[in-house]
């Protein structure tokens, strides 16, 4: 079956159409300012950043997997530790904790795809320093109780919200529940700048003096340096393009919103859904399906005008790299089962709810036939 109509799943220069003249405005702002990295702009996001959040302190990095190692360092996280995490994500929440030098611990799923907080306390060891959470494609995951269970063992919370911001459970926001909040500004993110770009949210002062020296290769002056660093600095054009589109996004999530209602509605019974427990309020980066017989769904897709993708395709045990710093707690049941399933459908700022619609209904013209 062919179609005239065409809906990719990413269209990058139509999500910054529409602030293309005031990217233009804040573009002469910074080239008259003379100040390219850590300056007025890069202030101006943290500080709007904690005002949205609720966190007491935000910093502002290079990217979010910085953000993320960074976070791991300032927890003390080394050589010979373990830190707990998820086997359904970006493999950055790995590849940084063994780049820490500790050993990743897989635990298993739960419905909403997220990290199952009942594998948790099975897997802690004398060797365990911390515990990542992902909140995969913007679901929360059961962070109150895992937060629990961190403060139970004294074990640091890293909360992975790069696909998370504005997602809140029971009206707080995800990244403000552990003891650091990581955020990705890619442009595929909800929230995404023109190149890269990260922040770290941190309840406590001491951990934001930490991190502002970390991000600046340890600098305490020009010509002092504490203790050896990388450099992450986020820049001030990129600072400034985020400002501007931080002021509309509240209207992006409530679109994303609308689409992930119609999908459910319209694939009820059909398709299933990771859970959404009750409380917790996505932000959806991307809207996840479960289906069966995936890859002829893909294909009769695509022969529809229809891009769809898989997040992730595979389980992070699975890859090569993963063979060093890395182990499962058990034989991860949960998440080795959902991983054939999940497809994620168009929900990006170009994909209007005609096109949800659209996606529907071919959707289920395949499941029917």
């Known amino acids: 079956m062919t179609t005239s109509r065409t809906i990719s799943f990413v269209d990058l220069a139509a999500k910054y159409a529409p602030y293309s003249a005031q990217f233009q405005e804040d573009l002469k702002r910074v080239l008259a300012s003379g100040n390219y990295i850590l300056g007025g702009e890069v202030a101006r996001l943290e500080h709007s950043i904690k005002e949205y959040s609720g966190s007491p302190c935000a910093v502002a ?197 609308r689409l992930a209602q119609i999908y459910r509605e319209k694939l009820r019974g059909i398709v299933e859904f990771p859970e959404v427990a009750p409380g917790s309020d996505p932000s959806y980066n991307w809207i996840m399906i479960l289906v069966e017989r995936r890859e002829e769904l893909i294909s009769y897709l695509e022969r529809s005008g229809i891009e769809v993708k898989v997040h992730y395709p595979k389980l992070i045990p699975e890859m090569k790299a993963a063979k060093e710093n890395c182990r499962s707690q058990n034989d991860l049941p949960n998440a080795k089962k959902m991983v054939k399933k999940i497809l994620s459908v168009p929900t990006s700022e170009h994909i209007t709810e005609a096109d949800a619609h659209h996606v529907c209904q071919r959707v289920s013209e395949f499941f029917r036939k």
Request: proline share 2%; glycine share 10%; aromatic share 6%.
């Open 61 to 257: 990095v290079a990217n979010g997997t910085d953000a993320l190692l960074l976070s791991l360092k300032a927890a003390g996280v080394k050589s010979g530790d373990e830190v707990i995490t998820t086997p359904m994500s970006y493999l950055a929440t790995t590849s940084t904790i063994a780049l820490s030098g500790a050993t990743a611990v897989f635990v298993d799923v739960d419905a909403s795809l997220n990290m199952d907080p009942e594998c948790i306390e099975e897997a802690i060891t004398e060797k365990t320093k911390a515990i990542s959470v992902v909140h995969l494609a913007g679901i929360p995951a059961q962070i109150e109780r895992i937060a629990e269970i961190a403060d139970k063992y004294r074990l640091a919370l890293i909360e992975d919200c790069a696909q998370s911001l504005g997602a809140t459970l029971n009206g707080r926001l995800t990244g403000t529940f552990g003891r650091f909040g990581t955020l990705s500004f890619h442009p595929l993110k909800n929230l995404g700048t023109l190149g890269d770009g990260g922040m770290i949210l941190m309840r406590e002062q001491e951990d934001s003096d930490w991190m502002m020296q970390a991000r600046n290769h340890g600098h305490r002056g020009r010509d002092e340096c504490d203790f050896w660093s990388i450099n992450s600095r986020l820049d001030e054009l990129h600072a400034a393009f985020l400002s501007t589109q931080l002021k509309g996004y509240d209207g992006e999530l409530k679109r994303r919103k």
